[in-house]
């Protein structure tokens, strides 16, 4: 059920004018009822992943600022809730950061275009080569963008190799999920397969994996369908399959590839599967056990936000935002969204 149009709770933070109509959103935005979206700032560049600081009240973001290849990218810390005045540069001069981790005060976790990279601030700060630590860089990747990050409880972080090669001979560990010890100790470790662009992942306390899956290019004469995915664990000795390239969608058989029923008939079916070209790039856990999905956009060019339960269960939140890139969930149950190309941060707070 909708609320009337446009009864989303603008409130403005740090002082920021509003126009009757930010750029993140068109003019016909519905919010579902009990929901409230406030706007936080609008004065992002082309953010990619939102990560907390440790004690989850300061917030950093990872920009392109500029175009994808332009080498401008940079992280900021964007203060208490996001509301900081005058946001602090903890790195710049950055290729296509899409992933950001922070471990503590002074490390952070970089995803850098194919590189996942572990930064020292202090010495960063400094100009120091050798506190910027290359944990992994030579998985494939298809030349754009190898997703997130997601810190585990056990050290590592979890992270994509993105799909590469000609379907269906792909380039072997592309379309991946991997987990790397966050100190540099030991190689990447293969924990999930069987992906086409896994984007955005989250872990629940339960240990279940969520896994969004960007559909790139046709099969059998259709877009490819846009999944998330969840596992009940993440095991590098038996890594866990998301049925790609043989099977797409509800776990039907890729009839170019040579695909029959056989093939898919085992797989686990994907949690929920979205319009094509929605790609879900954020993904935050819930307090209900579900998720929150952010779609990029849709086949009307309109995004949103979905919350997923783990029986299935879609229900819209948010429709009619421009870009929504990323979701974080806030310790009070609320979440935070960014608006890629309309630079915009919002707050989130459930019934």
Do not use: K
């Not at 149009?5 to 959103?25: D, I, P």
């Not at 910027?132 to 030349?143: F, Q």
């Amino acid at each position: 059920m909708w609320a009337a149009r446009w009864t989303v709770a603008l409130v403005l933070a740090a002082g920021l004018a509003l126009a009757a109509c930010g750029q993140g959103m068109s003019d016909e935005v519905e919010i579902a009822a009990g929901w409230t979206v406030e706007l936080v700032r609008d004065d992002l560049d082309r953010p990619t992943q939102l990560a907390l600081a440790p004690g989850g009240t300061r917030v950093l973001v990872a920009e392109l600022s500029g175009e994808e290849e332009a080498g401008s990218g940079r992280v900021r810390d964007l203060g208490p809730g996001g509301t900081a005045d005058a946001p602090q540069v903890l790195l710049d001069d950055l290729r296509l950061p899409t992933g950001l981790v922070a471990l503590d005060d002074q490390t952070l976790l970089v995803q850098e275009g194919r590189e996942l990279v572990r930064w020292d601030l202090a010495g960063a700060s400094d100009g120091v080569d050798d506190e910027r630590t290359v944990l992994a860089g030579d998985l494939p990747w298809n030349g754009r963008s190898q997703g997130t990050l997601t810190l585990l409880d056990d050290g590592r972080v979890l992270h994509s190799a993105t799909l590469a090669g000609p379907e269906p001979d792909l380039v072997a560990g592309s379309g991946a999920l991997y987990a790397t010890p966050v100190d540099g100790s030991g190689a990447p470790e293969l924990v999930a397969v069987g992906f086409n662009v896994p984007y955005a992942h989250a872990v629940g306390d339960d240990g279940r994996l969520w896994v969004t899956d960007v559909g790139d290019g046709r099969v059998d004469g259709q877009q490819v369908l846009e999944e998330l995915h969840a596992f009940d664990r993440i095991d590098a000795g038996q890594p866990v399959t998301g049925g790609w390239p043989l099977c797409t969608g509800r776990n039907r058989p890729v009839v170019e590839f040579g695909a029959t029923q056989r093939d898919c008939a085992d797989l686990p079916l994907p949690v929920a599967v979205f319009p094509p070209r929605s790609t879900p790039t954020g993904l935050a856990l819930a307090a209900d056990g579900g998720v929150l999905v952010a779609l990029f956009t849709t086949q009307t060019v309109r995004g949103g936000v979905t919350a997923v339960q783990p029986d299935g269960t879609i229900t819209d939140v948010v429709r009619g935002l421009v870009t929504p890139q990323d979701l974080v969930a806030l310790p009070d149950g609320s979440f935070l969204l960014t608006s890629h190309l309309g630079g915009e941060l919002y707050h989130l707070t459930p019934p």
